[in-house]
């Protein structure tokens, strides 16, 4: 029980924290970093969602519905397509030409835009850490 709690812990912990490196990232005008922070910090809120509703190790991916769904979260449409988007903001890896063609893509407006909506979700991923998981 004590490592299921750690590993919730930790991966809410390091969603704060890279929560605060996305808003340092837009202040900077870093917009394609700011949005790479962003979907780090949604995927880490909802690994550490998902362990606590499976009770085990979160699998090794990125991709934000996938992780939804194994946090068995109640999300809308809207914040299905949020996620679609977002987990596309992914890019740490990928081969230079994709990263450029992020990199142009990332406007103030189309960050702000997506900054926000982050942060939405954000802090509605957070209210679900306070509430009581239900019962088995």
Known sequence: MDNIKSQIN????SASMN??????????KHYDACL???HLTLEKMLKGLSVRQTRKIVPRIHDLERLSLLAKLD?????LKNLRVITGFNIGGRYDDAKFAFYKKCTRSYTEKYFKISK???LWLKEKYQKKQKSK
Do not use: H, N, P
């Open 36 to 38: 790479f922070f962003c």
């Open 10 to 13: 930790y991966w809410r912990k």
């Open 75 to 79: 999300l809308s449409e809207e914040q």
């Open 120 to 122: 939405k979700l954000y």
């Open 19 to 28: 929560w605060q490196t996305a808003e340092d990232l837009f202040k900077l």
